[in-house]
């Protein structure tokens, strides 16, 4: 059963794409495509950077370690969702017109946050390996600690880009902070047990 | 439900009396064909020049009386009571007047009217819209000296209108143009489009559509119309000083502050089209830009 979880998961994961893939060729996208694109692949982003910061909370209160497996999965889905997200803005809406894409960089607090956010998951995604993980040792935890501030930046990027908070924005907010405060107590914990 | 695109309903010869009313009230879409010099340009014109569909005309709105998201509209206002209706004309004029929808459509015939509208947030259309030129309303009252700016309110009816329940916007619905922009031809009193009755997500049964400014401009389901002295403050102006003025021209040299408005996506054209280049006062600059010489457009924006 356990050997499924994974391939199971990876299943799940990608199900989002050829869900906007179906909705690209099957003309399902509604008056405005390319938005509906930017913001279905962004939305999955966030949700993805949720789902990997809920993992080792998880396995703190089941108490089964089998959470913690899947983190690496989802953290690369982060990035592959960041990525089309991305691409969808650089390629499909700007069409790689590089003069207004970094006049938006520089101006728009929310396009510079966003970008900031998937220029920080490179390294995480490049150091992802077991062989990485044992390259670097201890300086990997604090590597990876970076998707704290990923996290942030993304939650940001929303807030900014939106007429008004309420709700997603907000929602998506709160849920990054209750994730990351959860963080703060168990590193209290071990400091007290260590 | 299925509905037949008017497109496929239209004979050629309206259609083409169509393109000829157009250049014969020398609108911006003519104007550009005439400047196009090169291929790509004459292509953008064409593209620019093509009616939007019925269906996302009036399914995908900004209407917040009705709700934020641009499907909202079209659910929440199909049983919004639009009869009986009454506009009163009043403020620096010599008679305040009130007019009933019925004597408004007897006193004035309305003529379809192609005009592009531009979104401040980055879209546009082009509209069969039927309509009237708002100077001839005006002209049945007597303006006095002072009237110097119109200022439009729509309906307050939040029983009827979900939106008005939350404080999204500073209700009712206020905007506002300097009397030359009011009195300007192409501003037009919108009674109906693509030859049928005005739908009440477009802002029946009276909206005004103003094409060289940015939609929000174009007040929806207008009970007033008040003649004042000093320039009014409108409803986005009130929730945002920085990012809305009140002159709100469309214009590709200023961005907004969260929106590039270099260029704009045509609706209806799916997801493969490029975004086109948006004109200077929506390409209506010939009939309209000598209303603001002199004006430094980046302070009034």
Same mark, same amino acid.
């Given at each position: 059963m356990r050997k499924y979880l994974k391939p199971g998961l990876f299943i799940l994961s990608t199900t989002p794409f050829f869900l906007i893939l179906y909705k690209i060729f099957f003309n399902k996208l509604g008056p405005e495509p390319v938005k509906e694109i930017t913001h279905f692949t962004g939305e999955w982003t *966030?949700?993805?950077?949720? $789902?990997? *910061? =809920?993992? =080792? @909370?998880l396995k703190r209160f089941t108490k089964l370690p089998i959470w913690v497996s899947f983190r690496r999965m989802l953290g690369l889905f982060v990035f592959f969702y960041a990525t089309l997200h991305l691409l969808t803005y650089v390629g499909l809406d700007y069409r790689f017109d590089w003069k207004p894409i970094l006049d938006d960089v520089v101006k728009k607090k929310y396009v510079f946050i966003g970008f900031a956010a998937w220029v920080l998951l490179i390294p995480l995604v490049i150091t992802s390996s077991q062989k990485m993980l044992r390259l670097l040792k201890n300086n990997w935890k604090k590597l990876h600690r970076l998707v704290y501030v990923i996290a942030i930046f993304g939650s940001l990027h929303y807030i900014w880009l939106s007429k008004t908070v309420f709700f997603k924005p907000l929602i998506y907010f709160i849920i990054i902070i209750v994730l990351l405060? $959860?963080?703060i /107590?168990? !590193?209290n914990r071990d400091v007290n047990y260590g | 439900m299925k509905k037949i695109k008017y497109s496929e309903i239209t004979p050629e010869k309206i259609y083409k009396n169509r393109r000829s009313f157009i250049k014969s009230i020398g609108l911006g879409a003519s104007s550009i064909a005439i400047s196009s010099i090169t291929l790509a340009s004459k292509s953008l014109a064409n593209d620019r020049d093509k009616l939007t569909s019925y269906k996302d005309i009036t399914t995908y709105n900004n209407y917040y009386e009705f709700g934020t998201s641009k499907s909202d509209p079209y659910r929440n206002s199909q049983i919004f009571k639009t009869t009986p209706w009454d506009i009163s004309i009043e403020g620096e004029v010599e008679k305040p007047i009130k007019l009933t929808m019925e004597e408004i459509s007897e006193m004035f015939v309305s003529e379809e009217r192609i005009y592009r509208l531009r979104c401040v947030e980055g879209w546009s259309m082009v509209i069969p819209w039927m309509g009237f030129s708002l100077s001839k *309303?005006? =002209? /049945?009252?007597?303006?006095? %000296? /002072? &009237? !110097?700016?119109?200022e439009f309110e729509s309906v307050y009816d939040p029983t009827q209108m979900k939106g008005q329940r939350y404080p999204i916007l500073n209700w009712p619905y206020n905007e506002g143009l300097r009397i030359d922009e009011a009195m300007h031809p192409l501003t037009t009193v919108v009674t109906g $489009?693509?030859?049928k !009755? *005005? @739908?009440?997500? %477009?802002? &029946? @049964?009276f909206r005004i559509f103003i094409p060289w400014k940015y939609g929000f401009k174009s007040a929806k389901a207008i009970v007033k119309i008040k003649l004042v002295e000093n320039m009014p403050t409108s409803s986005w102006m009130w929730a945002s000083p920085r990012e809305y003025g009140f002159y709100s021209n469309? %214009? @590709? %040299?200023?961005?907004h502050p969260r929106w590039s408005q270099a260029t704009e996506r045509i609706i209806g054209e799916g997801v493969w089209a490029p975004r086109v280049k948006t004109l200077m006062f929506n390409g209506y600059g010939d009939e309209v830009a000598s209303l603001y010489t002199g004006m430094d457009l980046k302070k009034y924006f």
């Amino acid at each position: 059963m356990r050997k499924y979880l994974k391939p199971g998961l990876f299943i799940l994961s990608t199900t989002p794409f050829f869900l906007i893939l179906y909705k690209i060729f099957f003309n399902k996208l509604g008056p405005e495509p390319v938005k509906e694109i930017t913001h279905f692949t962004g939305e999955w982003t *966030l949700i993805f950077i949720c $789902l990997t *910061l =809920s993992m =080792s @909370p998880l396995k703190r209160f089941t108490k089964l370690p089998i959470w913690v497996s899947f983190r690496r999965m989802l953290g690369l889905f982060v990035f592959f969702y960041a990525t089309l997200h991305l691409l969808t803005y650089v390629g499909l809406d700007y069409r790689f017109d590089w003069k207004p894409i970094l006049d938006d960089v520089v101006k728009k607090k929310y396009v510079f946050i966003g970008f900031a956010a998937w220029v920080l998951l490179i390294p995480l995604v490049i150091t992802s390996s077991q062989k990485m993980l044992r390259l670097l040792k201890n300086n990997w935890k604090k590597l990876h600690r970076l998707v704290y501030v990923i996290a942030i930046f993304g939650s940001l990027h929303y807030i900014w880009l939106s007429k008004t908070v309420f709700f997603k924005p907000l929602i998506y907010f709160i849920i990054i902070i209750v994730l990351l405060a $959860l963080r703060i /107590k168990i !590193k209290n914990r071990d400091v007290n047990y260590g | 439900m299925k509905k037949i695109k008017y497109s496929e309903i239209t004979p050629e010869k309206i259609y083409k009396n169509r393109r000829s009313f157009i250049k014969s009230i020398g609108l911006g879409a003519s104007s550009i064909a005439i400047s196009s010099i090169t291929l790509a340009s004459k292509s953008l014109a064409n593209d620019r020049d093509k009616l939007t569909s019925y269906k996302d005309i009036t399914t995908y709105n900004n209407y917040y009386e009705f709700g934020t998201s641009k499907s909202d509209p079209y659910r929440n206002s199909q049983i919004f009571k639009t009869t009986p209706w009454d506009i009163s004309i009043e403020g620096e004029v010599e008679k305040p007047i009130k007019l009933t929808m019925e004597e408004i459509s007897e006193m004035f015939v309305s003529e379809e009217r192609i005009y592009r509208l531009r979104c401040v947030e980055g879209w546009s259309m082009v509209i069969p819209w039927m309509g009237f030129s708002l100077s001839k *309303l005006l =002209s /049945k009252v007597n303006l006095t %000296n /002072k &009237a !110097k700016f119109v200022e439009f309110e729509s309906v307050y009816d939040p029983t009827q209108m979900k939106g008005q329940r939350y404080p999204i916007l500073n209700w009712p619905y206020n905007e506002g143009l300097r009397i030359d922009e009011a009195m300007h031809p192409l501003t037009t009193v919108v009674t109906g $489009l693509y030859g049928k !009755k *005005l @739908p009440n997500q %477009n802002g &029946a @049964p009276f909206r005004i559509f103003i094409p060289w400014k940015y939609g929000f401009k174009s007040a929806k389901a207008i009970v007033k119309i008040k003649l004042v002295e000093n320039m009014p403050t409108s409803s986005w102006m009130w929730a945002s000083p920085r990012e809305y003025g009140f002159y709100s021209n469309v %214009n @590709p %040299n200023v961005d907004h502050p969260r929106w590039s408005q270099a260029t704009e996506r045509i609706i209806g054209e799916g997801v493969w089209a490029p975004r086109v280049k948006t004109l200077m006062f929506n390409g209506y600059g010939d009939e309209v830009a000598s209303l603001y010489t002199g004006m430094d457009l980046k302070k009034y924006f």
